[in-house]
Antibody, heavy 120, light 109 residues
Framework: EVQLLESGGHLVQPGESLRLSCAAS????????MSWVRQAPGKGLEWVSG????????YYADFVRGRFTISRDNSKNTLYLQMNSLRAEDRAIYYC?????????????WGQGTLVTVSS | SDELTQPPSVSVSPGQSARITCSGD??????SYWYQQKSGQAPVLVIY???KRPSGIPERFSASISGTMATLTISGAQVEDEADYYC????????????FGGGTKLTVL
């Protein structure tokens, strides 16, 4: 069974940094691209970032490009999202997702998410 | 336009068919996908590559594409189908790799 467990979310002040982690199990991690998707409280889903199987190719939504960095450690079956220069509007539940096989970055199975709060 | 537009809400009685639409240029260029999100839970993929159902998704879930509009149909909707539904596609033009529709709240009562 595919399992994804996000961690690292908590309350930070505007301008601060945070690193999210996503521990994967139940599938061959280095065979799948991965994505991060977020959801602000009471709002819809927003695709944030994606990374290729090897980690060599990364992709970002315009609203995080230059501030967030996605990476992965295939030896640890773990996905990361380094979030810098956080803004109030980055407040959201952040989900990691295994990508649909054969698709580019389309989320398939999702974790339960980790909450990031940005407030002074 | 690379936006995906969904109606904010759809309401049906149990046993009726529920139809949720998603319109946008991306629908005619790339595969469409649909997610179900029940209150307080993570989203679940219910349709992939326009009209395919992942294993474990009931047969009452189906989808179709016509031009720039995708339609998710729940035939004989049940109370447990009440949820938010999101369409999704990708549009590589303009670096918009992942596009979600705004979501549709399905009420079954």
């Amino acid at each position: 069974e595919v399992q994804l467990l996000e961690s690292g979310g908590h309350l930070v002040q505007p301008g601060e940094s945070l690193r999210l982690s996503c521990a994967a199990s139940g599938f061959t991690f280095n065979n799948f691209a991965m994505s991060w998707v977020r959801q602000a409280p009471g709002k819809g889903l927003e695709w944030v970032s994606g990374i290729s199987e090897s980690g060599q190719k990364t992709y970002y939504a315009d609203f995080v490009r230059g501030r967030f960095t996605i990476s992965r450690d295939n030896s640890k079956n773990t996905l990361y999202l380094q979030m810098n220069s956080l803004r109030a509007e980055d407040r959201a539940i952040y989900y990691c997702a295994k990508v649909v096989s054969g698709s580019h970055l389309t989320p398939d199975v999702w974790g339960q998410g980790t909450l990031v709060t940005v407030s002074s | 336009s690379d936006e995906l537009t969904q109606p904010p809400s759809v309401s049906v009685s149990p046993g009726q068919s529920a139809r949720i639409t998603c319109s946008g240029d991306a629908m005619s260029k790339k595969y469409s996908y649909w997610y179900q999100q029940k209150s307080g839970q993570a989203p679940v993929l219910v349709i992939y590559e326009d009209n395919k159902r992942p294993s474990g998704i009931p047969e009452r879930f189906s989808a179709s594409i016509s031009g720039t509009m995708a339609t998710l149909t729940i035939s004989g909707a049940q109370v447990e189908d009440e949820a938010d539904y999101y369409c999704y596609s990708t549009d590589s033009s303009g670096n918009r790799w992942g596009l979600f529709g705004g979501g549709t709240k399905l009420t079954v009562l």
